[in-house]
């Protein structure tokens, strides 16, 4: 199964300068705890801006045009082909992970959407592509926990696609 997973503010703001632009721990425990002995798929700059190392407990693919790419501890993918090719022969769940231009490559491909959505606007210099909303059914929401560590209004959202895609 293939799935999105991200965070945006209000405005679709998902990054500044290959980083998140907001600290939200809950946010960052909901996508360890989905992605977790699963696979993530980012862009080479997303991989970078984490600090070029791969995250615990998850296989980690880098999508990039780069054919001398390579970096320790992960998988690197150069066609989008590539990357649905493995996700077809994955038993567990292949989470797109960022950015932009990787979420917009794979939406058409994906089965289910996790967003969570923060209650404020940040500065930002990248957004989520467009998503056509219609063919999506909203099946979970819940309202995240504002407190001293996470200071911004936040939900969780998940979405499942009303057609399959092939």
């Given at each position: 199964m ?33 992605t ?7 862009g ?5 801006g ?26 690197v ?21 960022g950015?932009?231009?990787?979420y917009?490559n794979?939406l058409?491909h ?5 967003r ?5 606007s940040f500065?930002g ?6 998503v ?7 099946i ?12 911004y ?10 057609v399959?895609?092939?």
């Amino acid at each position: 199964m293939l799935a999105a997973i991200w965070a945006q503010d209000e405005q679709g703001t998902i990054g500044k300068e290959n980083r998140l632009p907001w600290h939200l721990p809950n946010d960052l425990k909901f996508f360890k705890q989905m992605t977790e002995n699963n696979t993530i798929v980012m862009g080479r700059k997303t991989f970078e801006g984490m600090g070029s190392r791969p995250l615990p407990n998850r296989q980690t693919i880098v999508l990039t045009t780069d054919k001398e790419y390579h970096a320790d501890g992960v998988l690197v993918y150069h066609t989008v082909s590539d990357v649905l090719d493995y996700a077809k022969t994955f038993s567990g769940i292949t989470f797109i992970a960022g950015g932009s231009a990787v979420y917009e490559n794979f939406l058409p491909h994906c089965d289910v959407l996790y967003r969570t959505v923060i209650h404020h606007s940040f500065e930002g210099d990248t957004k989520f592509p467009p998503v056509n909303w219609n063919d999506w059914t909203l099946i979970n929401l819940s309202e995240g926990v504002q407190d001293e560590e996470n200071s911004y209004a936040h939900q969780f959202e998940t979405y499942q696609r009303k057609v399959s895609v092939d």
